[in-house]
Structures are given as structure tokens and as C-alpha cells.
């Protein structure tokens, strides 16, 4: 498994755009890169997941670079209900279970 | 939107005694996991579940844990003579077969080992 580094922690203004980055210069060639958000006393809950590029859903965006050695995180107009840990994860897709193995991740507070 | 669900929200036990902690997974989905956060710390993979077996497991799941799943609707842990450190937030989780990494978690069992 590919280790991942983030930032522990982040501040950021209400409506402001967040940017979290992730290194993972490890990564393998079969490895995804999947990012989960944790608010307190929650289970974690899946945001995006990326292979190359740029990948973009109704929540955030994944910008993975050409080298895919870090990939960021981009949480448009953060609100105060973003405030979480975000996990960055990397990791292959075998067939069969996939289990996930949870960093430290970044915390982020939202200020108002 | 279907969930995972967990009961109980939060169970208190005896140093030595049994729990069993339940989950309902979402129900077309095919593997099942449990997760352990004790306070302040990071999420940990204990177990994962397909076609009726163990597919994996971490270290930290020993002879103290098994899994079940009963009927076609529940997921248990179950934790025989329980420690004081094993309290902690323990998390079922499902996904289906299409997406690896998008594990649907549920709300949590809180357990407090006394």
C-alpha cells in the first residue's frame, strides 16, 4: 500500500475555495487515489476517487497530476458544515474486498 | 437513499464480558467490513467479509473477535471477554461489487469497557 502524507491540520474562511493535498510518491501503477470525509462521531463517508487527471463530482474535485505522485482536493465555497478530516487513500483494485487503510487525514475548520 | 445501519448507538460493558455489535449493510451490496476509531485516533481495518468468509483480516482482529452474518440482513462483531482497550468507536461498512473504494459506513457503535 502506498503512504500517503497530507497536512494535519487547515483553516479556512466561509466561502472560500479549499485546496488539500496529498503525496503519495509511491503509487503504484494499478493504484487509485480516494478521498472520505469523517465529521465527529460519523463514520467516514466517500467523496471522490480518481485514477489521472481531473475528476469532478457535485461535491468536490480530485486533481491528479501527471506523475500521480500527489494528488488535491479542491472543496469549492467551503461552508461551516465542511468542517472534517478528509483522508486521502491509495490503493489497488483486486478483485474481492477492498479494505481501507485510514491515515491521520487533515482536519479542516471552516471559520466563519 | 439506502444506509448502513448500527445498533446499539452506544453500549457500556463489563471488563470480561461479551458484546455483540449489529449492522444491517445496504442490501444489494456484497462485502462487508468492520472498522475500529478510538478516540482521537485513526480509523482501523479489522475485518472484511465476502461470500459467507473472512477475506481478509488485520492484526488487531485476534481470537477475541468474529464476525457473522446470521441471515441475509445482518452483519456481526462479536467481542468475547471484553478490555478496556477495546472501547472504542467500531464502524460496519458495505460496498457493492463495482466500487472498490466506495464503502457505504454507518453511524457507529460506541463501546465504553468499564
Known amino acids: 500500500l502506498a503512504k500517503t502524507t497530507q497536512p494535519i491540520s487547515m483553516d479556512s474562511y466561509e466561502g472560500q475555495e479549499v485546496n488539500i493535498t496529498c503525496s503519495h510518491n509511491?503509487?503504484?501503477?494499478?493504484?487509485?487515489i480516494t478521498w472520505y470525509q469523517q465529521f465527529p462521531s460519523q463514520g467516514p463517508r466517500f467523496i471522490i476517487q480518481?485514477?489521472?487527471t481531473k475528476v469532478t463530482n457535485e461535491v468536490a474535485s480530485l486533481f491528479i497530476p501527471a506523475d500521480r505522485k500527489s494528488s488535491t482536493l479542491s472543496l469549492p465555497r467551503v461552508s461551516l458544515s465542511d468542517t472534517a478530516v478528509y483522508y486521502c487513500l491509495v490503493g489497488d483494485e483486486p478483485r474481492g474486498a477492498n479494505n481501507l487503510f485510514f491515515g491521520t487525514g487533515t482536519r479542516l475548520t471552516v471559520i466563519p | 437513499e439506502p444506509e448502513v445501519t448500527q445498533t446499539p448507538s452506544h453500549q457500556v460493558t463489563q471488563m470480561g464480558q461479551e458484546v455483540i455489535l449489529r449492522c444491517v449493510p445496504i442490501s444489494n451490496h456484497l462485502y462487508f467490513y468492520w472498522y475500529r476509531q478510538i478516540l482521537g485516533q485513526k480509523v482501523e481495518f479489522l475485518v472484511s467479509f465476502y461470500n459467507n468468509e473472512i477475506s481478509e483480516k488485520s492484526e488487531i482482529f485476534d481470537d477475541q473477535f468474529s464476525v457473522e452474518r446470521p441471515d441475509g440482513s445482518n452483519f456481526t462483531l462479536k467481542i468475547r471477554s471484553t478490555k478496556l482497550e477495546d472501547s472504542a468507536m467500531y464502524f460496519c461498512?458495505?460496498?457493492?461489487?463495482?466500487?472498490?473504494?466506495?464503502?457505504?459506513f454507518g453511524p457507529g457503535t460506541r463501546l465504553t469497557v468499564t
Open positions: 509511491n503509487i503504484a501503477t494499478n493504484d487509485y
Open positions: 461498512a458495505s460496498s457493492d461489487a463495482t466500487g472498490p473504494y466506495e464503502q457505504y
Open positions: 480518481g485514477y489521472k
